[in-house]
């Protein structure tokens, strides 16, 4: 009888306190039909293992479920985690990033500086994952226990249960054409990059040297003023890019419109990128001065610009080419 009692204490325990003496007298009734009359502790032991677990029994006595997100909105709220979590940390990510970028003045050694815009941008990545992943929860936590349906099927995205209809709305994707979203938060990580760095050239490109608090920016590579007269071409570039991404996002794999749109925008940043540092004037004159100094002659400027060219077409062409190889796969 002891385990009897023990087992009813654990499974009562987990009830209300206005359920527990209705349900544990009809948890002894039911317990001691399931047993022979002349039982002994070996059939006890067979009974409660065929009713199981007392946390699972209580769970059928109770009017709301005992765990947190069931599995009728499991799939849908692990989807909604996996999608929106990491749009928010890289958003916040990149605003953080973007801001420490845009308010630098020059001022103290630069690669502290740096390294702290990246740890307040991870940190406040960080922070505004768990948010989303808390108010998500909550959500779907209060959702869990307002539904009054008691039907235990999980439903879709649309909110239906599924069908084998469903199936006709989704998309085969093989993994060798399929858009990672590792893919896609590395291009706009980058973008947000380039796009700070450009804006912020005087403050971050050109000659440093060692001073008594770290290395300091003495010589800056570009002229800003002309630099920054170029902006609406950058601002094209930018925006066609994150539409590429955004196109990437919705098709999730490479088609050949795809891979066309893909390499149009490299076309144009290629056209913008020589068109901006053909010219020679958008780079400061004192940097022409101090690179004479240091190396007695200043046509090797023309090299380094040529040697930029080519890696950014050979990177583009690279991207273009596995573009189009994945697409026709």
Same mark, same amino acid.
């Given at each position: 009888?002891?385990?009897?009692?023990?087992?009813?204490?654990?499974?009562t325990?987990?009830?209300?306190?206005?359920?527990?003496?209705?349900?544990?007298?009809?948890?002894?009734?039911?317990?001691?039909?399931?047993?022979?009359?002349?039982?002994?502790?070996?059939?006890?032991?067979?009974?409660?293992?065929?009713?199981?677990?007392?946390?699972?029994?209580?769970?059928?006595?109770?009017?709301?479920?005992?765990?947190?997100?069931?599995?009728?909105?499991?799939?849908?709220?692990?989807?909604?985690?996996?999608?929106?979590?990491?749009?928010?940390?890289?958003?916040?990510?990149?605003?953080?990033?973007?801001?420490?970028?845009?308010?630098?003045?020059?001022?103290?050694?630069?690669?502290?500086?740096?390294l702290?815009?990246?740890?307040?941008?991870?940190?406040?990545?960080?922070?505004?994952?768990?948010?989303?992943?808390?108010?998500?929860?909550?959500?779907?936590?209060?959702?869990?226990?307002?539904?009054?349906?008691?039907?235990?099927?999980?439903i879709?995205?649309?909110?239906?249960?599924?069908?084998?209809?469903?199936?006709?709305?989704?998309?085969?994707?093989?993994?060798?054409?399929?858009?990672?979203?590792?893919?896609?938060?590395?291009?706009?990580? =980058?973008?947000?990059? =380039?796009?700070?760095?450009?804006?912020?050239a005087?403050?971050?490109?050109?000659?440093?040297?060692?001073?008594?608090?770290?290395?300091?920016?003495?010589?800056?590579?570009?002229?800003?003023?002309?630099?920054?007269?170029?902006?609406?071409l950058?601002?094209?570039?930018?925006?066609?890019?994150?539409?590429?991404?955004?196109?990437?996002?919705?098709?999730?794999? =490479?088609?050949?419109?795809?891979?066309?749109?893909?390499?149009?925008v490299?076309?144009?940043?290629?056209?913008?990128?020589?068109?901006v540092?053909?010219?020679?004037?958008?780079?400061?004159?004192?940097?022409?001065?101090?690179?004479?100094?240091?190396?007695?002659?200043?046509?090797?400027?023309?090299?380094?610009?040529?040697?930029?060219?080519?890696?950014?077409?050979?990177?583009?062409?690279?991207?273009?080419?596995?573009?189009?190889?994945?697409?026709?796969?």
């Amino acid at each position: 009888m002891k385990l009897i009692e023990l087992y009813v204490q654990e499974v009562t325990r987990r009830l209300p306190e206005r359920q527990r003496e209705d349900i544990g007298l009809e948890l002894r009734s039911t317990i001691e039909d399931m047993l022979p009359d002349d039982h002994q502790e070996e059939d006890v032991k067979a009974v409660l293992s065929e009713l199981g677990h007392p946390a699972k029994l209580a769970s059928g006595y109770m009017d709301k479920p005992m765990h947190l997100i069931g599995p009728r909105y499991f799939d849908v709220y692990v989807s909604l985690l996996k999608l929106i979590i990491p749009i928010v940390m890289i958003i916040s990510f990149c605003a953080v990033t973007f801001v420490g970028i845009f308010s630098y003045n020059g001022e103290g050694e630069l690669l502290p500086v740096i390294l702290g815009m990246i740890g307040e941008g991870v940190w406040n990545s960080l922070s505004a994952g768990i948010q989303t992943f808390f108010w998500i929860t909550l959500t779907f936590a209060i959702v869990e226990r307002s539904d009054t349906s008691n039907k235990t099927n999980p439903i879709t995205a649309n909110w239906k249960e599924w069908s084998p209809e469903d199936l006709k709305d989704v998309i085969y994707i093989p993994k060798e054409k399929a858009i990672t979203k590792v893919e896609l938060f590395g291009s706009l990580i =980058w973008t947000v990059i =380039w796009v700070a760095g450009y804006f912020n050239a005087n403050k971050l490109l050109g000659i440093y040297e060692k001073g008594e608090e770290g290395l300091k920016l003495v010589t800056p590579l570009f002229n800003q003023s002309l630099l920054l007269s170029f902006w609406p071409l950058v601002i094209l570039v930018v925006l066609l890019e994150l539409g590429l991404v955004a196109y990437k996002w919705k098709l999730g794999q =490479w088609t050949m419109k795809l891979a066309v749109a893909n390499g149009v925008v490299h076309v144009v940043s290629f056209a913008v990128f020589i068109l901006v540092f053909s010219n020679l004037a958008v780079f400061n004159p004192a940097f022409f001065t101090y690179f004479q100094e240091l190396f007695g002659f200043t046509h090797q400027l023309n090299l380094v610009f040529w040697v930029a060219v080519l890696i950014f077409l050979f990177s583009s062409l690279t991207d273009i080419y596995q573009g189009v190889k994945k697409a026709k796969r």
